[in-house]
């Protein structure tokens, strides 16, 4: 059993798989990618083996383990994956945008998908550092945006700590089975948050 990872402890660097070679070869990832975040949104990850993802792409297991070298890696690359397809969608651009807006992204039903997934990483990168370090780099990545948005707040850096801790809370109701409160309600209650923050 690998122990649990600390915050005291120097994470590895995130290795992302090296690029498709050939276009039929972007297919393919593409298509893994996509058979992957289905299994690992509808069973979790835990209960998904590469196997599975094998058998559901109609591959073998070396040839998937050709794209990608471990299933944390894969789940790191799909969570990955999810969020540029969101960023991409017209909603996303105009909330980042709106602050307004923006408060909704922290529940939309949009991004339900990639906070399940992130709860998921979040329980598995305890135990294996390869998701670790992945999630650590991804979770840098939205700081730096979140931070930016709210940048004229008092405190910015508590901000985005509250929000991305929110959003993963979020996530695990969402991952339990609890419904969210009434939506104007729950805008309200984050925008008092924020507000907060801004008082000097």
């Known amino acids: ?15 992302p798989p090296p690029p498709p070679r050939t276009p039929k070869a972007a297919g393919t990832r593409r298509r893994l990618l996509d058979l992957a975040a ?16 094998a058998t559901a792409a109609d591959l073998t297991k070396g040839a998937l383990y050709g794209h990608f070298r471990s299933k ?8 990955r994956w999810k969020h540029s397809e969101r960023e991409q969608e017209p909603d996303f651009t105009a909330a980042l945008a709106d602050p307004e807006l923006g408060l909704d992204l922290m529940y939309d039903e949009r991004s339900r998908d990639i906070r399940l997934l992130d709860v998921d ?50 996530g695990m109701q969402e991952a339990a089975g609890t419904s969210l409160p009434d939506p104007d309600r729950l805008h ?10 801004s008082e000097d």
């Open 121 to 170: 990483a979040a329980a598995a990168a305890r135990h294996d550092p390869d998701i670790a370090a992945g999630l650590e780099e991804i979770h840098r990545e939205r700081h730096t945006w979140i931070r930016d948005a709210i940048a004229a707040t008092a405190d910015p850096d508590t901000g985005t700590w509250l929000i991305f801790a929110l959003s993963l809370g979020i």
């Open 1 to 15: 059993m690998s122990a649990s990872t600390t915050s005291g402890t120097a994470r590895q660097r995130f290795t």
């Open 72 to 79: 944390g890696q894969l789940l790191i690359e799909v969570i």
């Open 38 to 53: 289905q299994l690992f949104i509808e069973r979790g990850y835990s209960a998904v083996s590469m196997n599975d993802i």
């Open 188 to 197: 309200a209650a984050l925008r008092a948050m924020l507000d907060a923050l």
